[in-house]
């Protein structure tokens, strides 16, 4: 896999999501235009923050209701910012992209025939590298957040990027189609993970989710099992998720002080 190569960075307007600030970004990487988010509370100073990377799912964007769910629990109190892109045919990606079931579809069609997992992992890869000049982010701290869609492309990214502290992965199976790539990837994860799997999950196997895990090199990792379907989200996942990486990367450290 050859390295990120970051041309340009365009920022665009800051805008309001509730007590959320979010601020587009657009980088060029190796001839592609990754379009991404950069999240941060509404109130938070310029102290330098850890920073959380989150991966939406297959059918979603970055910032759909989901990713606004996590964003809200991780950069609530100040104490973090958060970064998400678009996955490889989603959102600002295309110029008529789907929801729903039918983007999950349109995605996981994809997956089968070509999965462009070299190409995601150079796309979030080029945007650290650029969020890392800032000075608001801790490049000591990173973090990543990703399950399902996030764990096919999270898993190998965080095998190539010893920058990740703590992550989050899970909901996803080594034996589904073209997956081979993340169970040769997942020795080479060696920082502390969560690895979330929901039992009657209707895509992906028992047996083949737990294999990927099983092969994930890291000494710190945590298997959470959760009754219910692939689809289901947040509750108790999604709070056991924000207190992984809370617990990894200190975020109590950073939230902005108590008046």
């Given at each position: ?13 800051e805008?309001?999501f509730?007590e959320l600030?979010a601020?587009?970004?657009r980088?060029q ?16 100073d310029?102290?330098a ?10 059918s979603?964007?970055?910032?759909d ?12 109190d100040?104490?973090?910012?958060v970064?998400?892109?678009d996955?490889?045919i ?14 999950r579809?349109?995605f996981l ?5 070509d ?24 490049a ?8 399902s869609?996030?764990t ?5 990214f965080?095998a190539?990027?010893?920058q990740?502290?703590?992550?989050v992965?899970g909901?996803?199976?080594?034996d589904y189609?073209?997956s081979?790539?993340?169970?040769r ?6 920082c502390?993970?969560?690895f979330?799997q929901?039992?009657?999950d ?18 710190d ?6 009754t ?14 924000v ?6 990367l200190?975020l109590?450290?950073?939230a902005?002080?108590?008046r």
């Open positions: 896999m050859s390295a990120a190569s970051v041309d340009l960075c365009v920022w665009g307007e805008r309001a509730g600030r601020r587009g970004l980088v990487a190796n001839g592609r235009t990754v379009p991404a988010m950069l999240w941060r509370a509404a109130d938070a310029d102290r923050r850890p920073l959380v990377l989150v991966q939406h799912g297959g979603g964007h970055k910032a209701d989901a990713v606004l769910q996590q964003v809200q629990l991780l950069v609530g100040g104490s973090c910012l970064a998400t892109i996955g490889p989603h959102g600002d990606r295309v110029a008529s992209p789907a929801a729903g079931e039918q983007m579809n349109r069609d994809q997956w089968r025939t999965p462009m997992i070299d190409s995601m992992v150079q796309d979030w890869q080029a945007v650290l590298n650029k969020l890392c000049e800032l000075p608001q982010v801790d000591q701290r990173i973090g990543w957040m990703g399950t869609m996030g096919a492309y999270g898993l190998p965080v190539a990027c010893p990740v502290k703590a992550a992965l909901k996803w199976s080594g189609a073209n081979e790539r993340l169970m990837d997942a020795p080479a994860v060696l502390p993970v969560l979330i929901h039992w009657h209707e895509l992906f196997s028992r047996d083949g989710t737990l294999a990927l895990f099983d092969r994930i090199g890291s000494s990792k945590r298997l959470h099992l959760f219910g379907s692939h689809f289901q989200r947040g509750g108790e996942p999604l709070i056991d998720a207190a992984h990486l809370h617990r990894y200190d109590e450290a950073t902005r002080p108590t």
